[in-house]
């Protein structure tokens, strides 16, 4: 519970602890109300640390006892740890706790899940397992055991004795304490095994409730897969004789990277073909990877502090993309990623949440795992590389790897590696690290006929944002090429290195007039500013040779048209409908990369455009005008929608590999498109007969969004109720696709399912996350949705703070709407604000959110 005061913690203020640990001994008697946890740890005063104060964090803990040296000791304590007096000689620490997992429901600590014992350490989760200096630069050697009736006992590391009711476990690598992890259950394994490149055999196992056994091949092949890729890519091999997955159903995030034994989210490993969409399987791909690729940028080196988050995130995300880019199509997985960028980081950049990718200051580290913090991060490192080059990029990682291999390391010294690897100075660079918001990015063309050149002028600028007024320029890679006016491509991908506000870039022995391609592969995380029009947009679309952009300039189109609809009331663009007809029903492009341009931006993206060009969004008439676009396109591509349909059904079994998983989204965005035009057949007949989950759910939506779909719904309900990863599709199928005046009311009903249960965050969020995600029902006029959202934040909060928390950025967008619909929107977070005993972490939200 939060203190009188919230406090702040600020990066400037870090000082090492005064005490290192040669080795923690730790063991557990599992019992659901009264665990026992008995801790015995080597200290040493640390010669680098003034400070000598022996505090040790610890939170709803009850001390049974305490010793040093042997001797029983008194320790002052508070609800935040302890304090005593320690000798200024190495000592050992030793402590009996006892706690209750059984009626934790923060998700955080030891708790259970469905009758298993389960660990969440990060960031701050250990001190609610036993007193400790729960600060990620304090590593030690771990031995566990533990003590309990269950069949399967893990923890960290290799295995070591095992008996009846015991089982050991010893990590030989230091950590920190966020990387420990306990499992107790009577679970069933996946077995696997990877021989790494120097021979070495390692035991793999995905760990499962009874039942889900059959969900589990999927993810096994995705960890090989990882394996084998850093090895290849990174040279980075695996480091213990074992590597275990467990899969939990109550779960704050989607999964954790603790040494030897990966806790995941049970929506984030199984994978089946009944069960399972096509996204899933890639996303599953890609968090297995994430969290592997971990063991060395994570663990093997981990952060100094939590401020230097972005170190471990942005760089494991940035290689879990580049895996996935590697494992499927390269310019689907940017364009994939750059959507969501926009989504979640523009967004967050665009309000009063807007931080930089390495925060300064914050009073609740788990409000900091966010899209600047992960994607932004992962942003950040894929400039550096375009701006190093690729051989430079890994040769600056093997030196990061050989120079901080056991260190708890700082964004500071990850920029040294790259100075002395390469001789630059970076001291600009490392702005993007320091400085919040979206920079803007304008161009503007100049053409000398009778010169032949052509000069592109570039000018930067970042608007305020919270607590930073002032911005400097930053190094910005703009990844551009040259088109002549047949569609050609004269001047190939190459980088300029933007440095200044304003800067130009001139090409000489031009013939004609050419066509430049700008941000390709989105090169940085700006907002680019083209003054041109859209036959030239039409003109990319048809000829840019890169992927990403030939999909931007359609995104543009498509952005400018709906925009044109909102704002100014016009008819939908017939030079974008011909443009997009051209390329979805161009077969020698591939269907993943035609069902991408279908889609449109959502009405989310299009509120903050719409904002950001200083309009105040209408959530009526950006629904309106998106389901006229959608309708616009189903008018017009109308002839070629069977075809579309009927070619692009996957022969053969079913595989969620990229070329299934692409026809697959070509045709149901046919099917859905000819709902759009009053033709439901193909939607049914697709229901009745599909096999897999991605064209159930999508055929069940085409259906649900024409109201057509009522028998559908209950019998998707009656064939899935004991699968409770499928019924949280349900439950989410029906909110988003909810007319807005019926939103709040039909999430209101479902909160009332008997299958609702807000203890578990998959449930809680599929069902509160998917009304806040319905943007013209979140955000009806009538205020209902803010109240929904609210009251359940309200009554959630107690229990689980965390994922109350991260819920609450629903509300971080306010202030772009109407004056009614902001006051209707802070009544509620005032209302929220004024529960007592508000958590810590839902507190800071708020409040940053009010600003
Ligand atoms: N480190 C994890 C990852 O990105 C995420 C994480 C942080 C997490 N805190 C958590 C996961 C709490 C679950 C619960 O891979
Ligand atoms: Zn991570």
């Known amino acids: 519970m939060r203190d009188a005061a919230p406090q702040t913690i600020y990066l400037k203020d870090y000082t090492p602890f005064g005490y290192l640990i040669d080795s923690v001994s730790l063991t557990f008697k599992l019992h659901p109300t009264e665990t026992r946890v008995l801790s015995r740890i080597a200290f040493r005063p640390n010669p680098d640390a003034t400070d000598k104060t022996f505090f040790l964090h610890g939170e709803e803990l009850k001390l049974i006892s305490a010793k040093i040296d042997g001797a029983e000791v008194s320790p002052v304590l508070t609800d935040e740890g302890l304090t005593v007096d320690v000798p200024s000689a190495p000592f050992i620490w030793e402590a009996e706790v006892e706690i209750s997992p059984s009626t934790n429901t923060a998700l955080e600590g030891l708790y259970m899940s469905n009758g298993m014992y389960c660990t969440q350490c990060e960031a701050e989760g250990f001190r609610k397992i036993t007193y400790y200096p729960d600060r990620p630069d304090v590593m030690a050697t771990f031995d566990v055991r533990v003590e309990g009736t269950e069949k399967v006992m893990l923890s960290n590391g290799n295995p070591g004795a095992t008996g009846d009711g015991f089982a050991e476990w010893t990590d030989p690598w230091k950590k920190p304490a966020y990387l420990f992890a306990l499992v107790a259950g009577d679970l069933i394994n996946h077995p696997g095994s990877f021989t790494t490149r120097s021979g070495k055999d390692v035991e793999l196992n995905i760990y499962v409730r009874p039942g889900d056994e059959d969900k589990c091949a999927f993810g096994m092949q995705a960890l090989k897969d990882s394996m084998k890729w850093d090895e290849d890519v ?270 130009s870039m001139t090409f000489t022995g031009l013939g004609a007039r050419p066509v430049p391609s700008i941000l390709r592969g989105f090169s940085a995380p700006v907002m680019l500013e083209q003054d041109i029009d859209n036959s030239r947009r039409a003109f990319l679309l048809a000829h840019d040779t890169d992927a990403f952009n030939r999909w931007e300039a359609g995104r543009e189109l498509a952005r400018d048209t709906l925009l044109k609809m909102i704002l100014e009331d016009a008819a939908p663009d017939a030079a974008y409908l011909e443009g997009l007809k051209r390329v979805v029903t161009d077969t020698s492009l591939d269907a993943a990369y035609r069902a991408l341009m279908l889609n449109q931006p959502s009405e989310t993206e299009l509120a903050g455009v719409i904002a950001e060009m200083g309009h105040t969004p209408d959530p009526v008439k950006i629904h309106t005008a998106a389901k006229a676009l959608s309708k616009a396109k189903a008018e017009s591509l109308a002839d070629a929608l069977p075809a579309l349909y009927a070619d692009n059904q996957p022969n053969g079994d079913y595989a969620p590999d990229a070329g299934g998983s692409g026809q697959r989204a070509l045709a149901n965005a046919a099917m859905s498109l000819m709902g759009k035009l009053g033709d439901v057949g193909k939607a049914r007949a697709q229901y009745a007969s599909a096999d897999n989950m991605t064209q159930q759910i999508a055929a069940l939506a085409t259906l649900v969004r024409e109201g057509e779909g009522d028998a559908e719904v209950q019998a998707f309900y009656d064939q899935w109720q004991e699968d409770r990863l499928v019924i949280n599709k349900w439950f989410g199928l029906q909110i988003s696709l909810a007319k807005p005046e019926e939103t709040a009311a039909v999430t209101e009903r479902l909160t009332q399912h008997p299958d609702f249960d807000m203890k578990n965050p998959n449930r809680f969020r599929g069902t509160l996350g998917a009304l806040a995600a319905n943007h013209a029902g979140f955000h009806h006029e009538s205020g209902a949705g803010y109240k929904l959202l609210a009251d359940w934040l309200i009554k959630l909060d107690p229990l689980n703070p965390q994922t109350t928390a991260r819920m609450c950025t629903s509300f971080q967008t306010w202030k772009r709407y109407d004056d009614k619909r902001q006051a209707l929107i802070k009544s509620q977070l005032e209302r929220i604000l004024a529960v007592p005993n508000l958590s810590r972490d839902t507190h800071e939200m708020i409040s940053r959110i009010l600003g």
């Open 234 to 503: 990174y040279g980075r091999e695996y480091d213990l004789d074992i590597f275990n997955i467990v899969a939990v159903d109550d779960f704050n995030m989607g999964a954790m990277e603790n040494k030897g034994l990966n806790i995941f989210n049970s929506s984030c490993v199984l994978a089946s073909q009944a069960t399972s969409t096509d996204a899933d399987f890639e996303r599953i791909e890609a968090i297995i990877a994430h969290e592997y690729f971990h063991n060395w940028t994570g663990n093997r080196i981990t952060c100094r502090d939590w401020f230097q988050l972005c170190l471990k995130e942005g760089l494991t995300v940035f290689r879990d993309a580049q895996f996935t880019a590697d494992m499927r199509s390269e310019p689907v997985k940017r364009i994939d990623d750059v959507i969501a960028l926009r989504a979640r980081q523009f967004q967050e950049d665009q309000g009063p949440l807007s931080h930089p990718v390495r925060p300064e200051e914050f009073q609740e580290i788990n409000n900091f795992y966010t899209a600047t913090v992960y994607e932004k991060g992962a942003e950040v490192i894929g400039m550096l590389k375009s701006l190093v080059g690729h051989d430079a990029y890994y040769k600056a990682l093997d030196l990061y790897f050989e120079r901080h291999d056991g260190d708890a390391a700082t964004i500071e010294d990850w920029i040294k590696v790259f100075e002395d690897s390469t001789g630059r100075d970076l001291a600009q660079f490392k702005r993007w690290y320091s400085q919040s918001g979206t920079p803007k990015v304008s161009v503007s063309e100049a053409w000398d006929a009778d010169a032949g050149t052509f000069t592109l002028h570039f000018s930067q600028s970042t608007a305020p944002t919270p607590g930073q007024d002032v911005k400097d320029p930053r190094v910005i890679p703009i990844a551009l090429g040259l088109l002549n006016p047949n569609g050609d491509e004269t001047h190939p991908t190459q980088i300029f290195e933007m440095t200044e506000a304003e800067q």
